[in-house]
């Protein structure tokens, strides 16, 4: 079985529709920190980002727990993009990648349910994926867990019937990749997108793009994937 990331894997995200998502999160959070007459500074924002991102793995998750805000809510402000299809940039020849790929498919990203079905209607690639599962998917005991969380991804392994050793998770993000591999899940880092590697507003490279231990397979495009199958069995 094969988990697909989204963006910065299937598509290039930090062409256009990051730094939009970017300036959406920057805004809701300035709001969120202010005094309800100011909002907070740009050093404040960037610090509760970042801070968050860190420690969270997403920054959602730190403003529901220290700002009590609603993730409906915030995910439908950031993401809140005019004329998506003219922001989406992407390889030609991903579907006919997809179905040269043997076993099932499923999308597992980090990006709420209507912008991730909307970016994968536009990319024609919603019929090779057996089950979408976003972000609003990824609660564990009623609490939201999204990648990299192990306990999320043991319980969708466990759904789907899978032991970790049988499955392959395909990502941009070595964060995932790492937490994925410490559960046997084999792993290809994809790193073509990587000047800017999530929304967080600053390029979050890191400092050698050498493959570490815990990445099975090194891609520059998800179109490789099939020439480095033998890797990956």
């Given at each position: ?191 073509q997108y990587l000047r ?22 090194k891609v520059k495009s ?12």
């Amino acid at each position: 079985m094969w988990l697909f990331d989204l963006d910065n894997t299937l598509h290039d995200a930090s062409h256009a529709i990051f730094p939009l998502i970017s300036a959406n999160m920057n805004a809701y959070i300035a709001r969120v920190l202010g005094d309800g007459v100011t909002e907070a500074s740009a050093e404040q924002v960037n610090a509760a980002r970042l801070g968050y991102w860190k420690r969270y793995g997403a920054t959602l998750l730190g403003m529901m727990r220290h700002h009590q805000v609603g993730a409906a809510d915030f995910l439908r402000e950031t993401h809140d993009l005019a004329d998506l299809q003219q922001l989406i940039r992407a390889e030609c020849g991903l579907a006919r990648m997809l179905r040269s790929l043997p076993g099932r498919k499923i999308l597992l990203t980090n990006a709420p349910s209507r912008y991730s079905r909307d970016v994968m209607r536009h990319l024609g690639l919603q019929r090779h994926f057996s089950h979408h599962v976003a972000i609003e998917n990824m609660q564990v005991h009623g609490q939201l867990r999204p990648k990299p969380s192990k306990l999320m991804l043991r319980r969708l392994l466990r759904r789907h019937g899978v032991s970790a050793h049988r499955c392959i998770l395909v990502e941009d993000t070595l964060a995932n990749l790492r937490s994925a591999s410490q559960l046997g899940v084999r792993t290809v880092w994809v790193t073509q997108y990587l000047r800017c590697s999530d929304p967080i507003g600053q390029a979050s490279l890191p400092r050698m793009l050498k493959r570490p231990a815990y990445v099975d397979v090194k891609v520059k495009s998800v179109r490789q994937l099939p020439a480095r199958l033998h890797r990956l069995r």
